[in-house]
């Protein structure tokens, strides 16, 4: 990532940890599960950052964000992004979430709308009762890593192999055949993810599935149509497992005018595949569909 002074800021109850890229329109990241503010591609950053202020951000209890009193939740996230950019003295941004960070990009994109100028979403669902769900073998891995994690029991290499395999796809794994080697040594979560607190990927792990697993509600789609924010959907076309890609196609098929980019050979892990081809595409939808914000 360029290099970029790590800053904080007081919002609420908690102290929240960002960085600042380049100059323009602003955009604001929301990470997916279990990373903070140095996950992101270089260059990715550069190609967003070419022509917009980028601003990233550790979630609370994540990096170098402080703990706070209050729970992981998407309405308290929302509430510590709105902060955050109260804080920074930005009335309105372009909002981007990937995985995880999509669904707090949706929720605070309905809980603040006029905050809100455009919304990107990577690897997405607009959750509730449309959902597709991921095969329950796959939600049942997901569950084990992270209980073994959370209670100090190795994992097997063959469950973190199959984690990562799902991640990248068949199409990038043939193409790339060496990414899909894990070290025998890697027995945990927290050796994928140093500084992740447990409790953490735990409830992220929860909060995941109650937007994705709760048929009694509607789903955000609804409400983001009705908002009538400008929004370009990304999906890798190899995403059958962690975020089924058809959830994307649904996102397009609810919000009018929504953009629709399918990456060959990309699976849920497409910003780090393809991040500067991601990010000249955030680039070209947000001159074309945003161009005087």
Not at 114 to 139: M, Q, R, Y
């Amino acid at each position: 990532m360029p290099q970029s002074k790590l800053e904080k800021v007081r919002v609420g109850d908690i102290d929240i940890a960002y960085k600042v890229f380049g100059k323009g329109d602003r955009i604001i990241l929301f990470n997916g599960a279990n990373d903070g503010i140095d996950a992101w591609d270089r260059s990715f950053i550069n190609s967003v950052s070419s022509n917009h202020t980028v601003i990233v951000f550790d979630q609370r209890r994540i990096g170098n964000t402080t703990v706070g009193s209050k729970p992981y939740t998407y309405q308290q996230i929302a509430n510590d992004t709105a902060g955050l950019l109260d804080a920074l003295e930005i009335p309105k941004a372009n909002i981007f979430g990937y995985s995880l960070g999509s669904y707090l990009a949706q929720q605070l994109t309905m809980m603040y709308p006029d905050k809100a100028n455009s919304l990107v979403l990577v690897a997405s669902s607009c959750g509730g009762k449309d959902h597709t769900p991921k095969p329950p073998e796959f939600i049942k891995l997901q569950s084990d890593i992270v209980n073994k994690s959370l209670n100090n029991v190795p994992i097997p290499p063959q469950e973190l192999k199959s984690l990562s395999t799902a991640s990248l796809g068949h199409g990038w794994i043939k193409l790339h055949p060496e990414s899909d080697n894990i070290p025998e040594n890697i027995t945990s979560l927290q050796q994928l993810k140093p500084g992740l607190p447990l409790e953490i990927a735990n409830n992220q792990n929860i909060v995941g599935k109650h937007w994705e697993d709760n048929p009694n509600w509607v789903g955000a789609c609804e409400k983001l149509a009705k908002l009538d924010k400008p929004t370009l959907v990304i999906t890798g076309t190899d995403d059958n497992m962690y975020q089924p890609y058809v959830n994307s196609l649904k996102i397009v098929e609810k919000i009018p005018g929504a953009w629709l980019v399918q990456i060959k050979n990309a699976g849920h892990a497409v910003m780090d595949q393809y991040p500067a081809e991601v990010g000249k595409i955030v680039n070209t939808f947000l001159s074309t569909t945003t161009p005087n914000n």
